[in-house]
């Protein structure tokens, strides 16, 4: 069975300071990756999506950037945060079937807070 | 573009009760999915159900049940005889066929009371 993985559960971090969010896939080949990020506890926003290593799609223009090294790692970074990048990041993957409309499966989530 | 359109913040119910979500949805496409999904205090999203714009079939699975109507474009979720283990935020989402993006409603808050 499929399982993802997120890391770190949760981080705080001075404004200014850079960010990585990991996020793994285990049990699937060449999956689509997603980053999404849930303000305030309400309303789920993509951020980003990858169909395949080294694709990254952007969906919000924002201080946050993402790359996908290997088949299924998703990674989220930021070079300086803002204090409005505080949130809970989640992390979803889907069948790579390329058709769209699949389900995404998420992982259990990053709570970042920025002081 | 897609919107999809949860008008009920917040549903409070005493257990046992029954609670049904509301779900509105606008999209051009004939060709599109619908979702549900549970997010408990933990946080992690969990999906409970996908539905294709050309299956119309209402679903019932254990205590959940949908009613999906394109007349209304509503993808309405019931919770039958309701727990306290039901307490969660539940989402709607909407995916059009070709797009990889899942958009989601804001959500709305049950809180089932023992």
């Known amino acids: 069975s499929q399982t993802i993985h997120q890391w770190p559960a949760t981080l705080v971090q001075p404004v200014g300071s850079p960010l990585s969010l990991e996020c793994t896939v285990e049990?699937?080949?060449?999956?689509?990756l997603y980053w999404y990020r849930q303000a305030a506890g309400r309303g789920l926003q993509l951020l980003f999506y990858s169909v395949g290593i080294g694709q990254i799609s952007s969906e919000v223009p924002q201080n946050l950037s993402a790359s996908r090294p290997q088949d299924r790692q998703f990674i989220l970074s930021s070079k300086k945060l803002l204090l409005s990048d505080s949130g809970f990041y989640l992390c979803a993957w889907s069948e790579g079937s390329g058709s769209g409309g699949e389900t995404q499966y998420f992982g259990p989530g990053t709570r970042l807070l920025v002081l | 573009a897609q919107k999809v359109t949860q008008a009920q913040t917040e549903i409070s119910v005493v257990e046992k009760e029954d609670v049904t979500l509301d779900c509105v949805y606008e999209?051009?496409?004939?060709?599109?999915?619908l979702f549900w999904y549970k997010q408990p205090p933990s946080g992690e999203l969990v999906f409970l159900i996908r539905?294709?714009?050309?299956?119309?079939q209402n679903e019932i699975s254990g205590r959940y049940s949908w009613n999906f109507q394109k007349s209304t474009s509503s993808f309405n979720f019931t919770i039958t005889a309701s727990q306290v283990v039901d307490s969660a935020v539940y989402f709607c989402?909407?995916?059009?066929?070709?797009?990889?993006?899942?958009?989601f409603g804001a959500g709305t808050t049950v809180t089932v009371r023992a």
């Open positions: 989402a909407l995916s059009e066929a070709g797009d990889y993006k899942l958009s």
């Open positions: 539905r294709n714009s050309f299956d119309e």
């Open positions: 999209t051009r496409d004939t060709t599109y999915y």
């Open positions: 049990g699937t080949s060449n999956p689509n």
